[in-house]
Every structure is written in C-alpha cells, then in structure tokens.
C-alpha cells in the first residue's frame, strides 16, 4: 500500500494535471499549484473517498498546503 504522501501526491497531480514532482509538503494549493476554490472542493471530496472519511468544511478550510493535507489524512485515517 502506498503512503499517504504517495496517494494525496498523486490525487492532486491528477485533479490539477500538474507533474508529481512540483509537488512538496510545503506547496500551498493556491499559489503554487494553481489551484481554485472549486479545486480544492474536488481535492477534499477525493480525499475523503479514498480514505474514507469526511473531512468538516471548518477542517477543510484550514487545509492550504500539502502538508496540511497529509498530517490532517495521517491524523484522521
């Protein structure tokens, strides 16, 4: 099974069409990746369906970085 970095490293490359290798921890979803608000709702809802879990909007929100993403996924999962 893949790590966690792994899976969201790839859920985000595929949902934005960006290279895996432009993206690190520290890369905020907006201003690094490109990402918009609509974006990051399909993000979060992937996140949720491959791990299995709901993620609350106020959660959600805080979510700006990668690394954001994978310790709240480590965390809750």
Known sequence: ???IQERVTKIIADKLVINESEIT????FKKDLGADSIDLVEL???FEREFGISIPDERAEEIQTVGNAISFLEANS
């Open 25 to 28: 921890p520290n890369s905020n």
């Open 44 to 46: 979060i809802m992937e």
């Open 1 to 3: 099974m893949a790590s």
